[in-house]
């Protein structure tokens, strides 16, 4: 049962541009959402986070948006660069159980094209 | 430089044998995890440990087995029990529970 689900595959967008991506979960329980980008071959780096007392964190040209009725939730970046083209991870928990176990997605490529 | 560091970055194994992945830290995490990561899948956890001398099981533990015996390294040993073993393995820790801070990865590969 896939709790955390990323259902874009890929996604390729120009330089300067927004890229958008999704990620959507089943369990009401999640508390506490993090974005992670990862290169080939090397771990992941995380980019930002929100509690589900929030709708919307911003960090520089990152942004998450966070629709709690629809189990939804979004990393938008602006400008787009092409340094930005990597694997994106959502990942939720229950904040403060298991000590930050993280369910993850299946991942988003995303591509920026000069 | 505080991190966290994964040897090797590249291991090859024989079916039969039994293999141990290294992850150490000097982040000062109490928290460390282990994962593992399949072409075009997230990824999964295998084992956590929230403090030395402790460990849970997570979605995926069967074929693994660890140990925390300082609190800077969380050893992962990949048995023969474990029928697909190939993989990208990736060590991560945590001083709370929220972020968790990954290393390089090691990938393992399964002659």
């Known amino acids: 049962d896939q709790q955390v689900k990323q259902n874009s595959p890929s996604l390729s967008v120009q330089e300067g541009r927004i890229s958008i991506l999704n990620c959507d979960y089943t369990?009401?329980?999640?508390?506490?959402f993090l974005w992670y980008k990862k290169y080939p071959a090397e771990g992941p780096t995380f980019l930002i986070s929100i509690s589900s007392i929030k709708d919307k964190n911003e960090d520089g040209r990152f942004t998450v948006f966070l629709n709690k009725s629809a189990k939804h939730l979004s990393l938008h970046i602006v400008p787009s660069q092409p340094g930005d083209s990597a694997v994106y991870f959502c990942?939720?928990?229950?904040?403060?159980?298991?000590?930050?176990?993280?369910?993850f997605g299946q991942g988003t490529i995303l591509t920026v094209h000069p | 430089d505080g991190g966290i560091t994964q040897s090797p970055k590249y291991l090859f194994r024989k079916e039969g044998q039994n293999v141990t992945l290294s992850c150490e830290q000097n982040l000062n995490h109490d928290a460390m995890y282990w994962y593992r990561q399949d072409p075009g899948q997230g990824l999964r956890l295998i084992y956590y440990s929230q403090i030395v001398n402790d460990f849970q099981k997570g979605d995926i533990a069967e074929g693994y087995s660890v140990s925390r015996e300082k609190k800077e390294s969380f050893p992962l040993t990949v048995t023969s029990a474990q029928k697909n073993p190939t993989a990208f393995y990736l060590c991560?820790?945590?001083?709370?529970?929220?972020?968790?801070?990954f290393g390089p990865g090691t990938r393992l590969t399964v002659l």
């Open positions: 990942a939720a928990s229950v904040y403060g159980t298991s000590y930050g176990k993280l369910t």
């Open positions: 369990n009401s329980m999640f508390d506490y």
């Open positions: 991560a820790s945590s001083a709370s529970v929220d972020t968790q801070y």
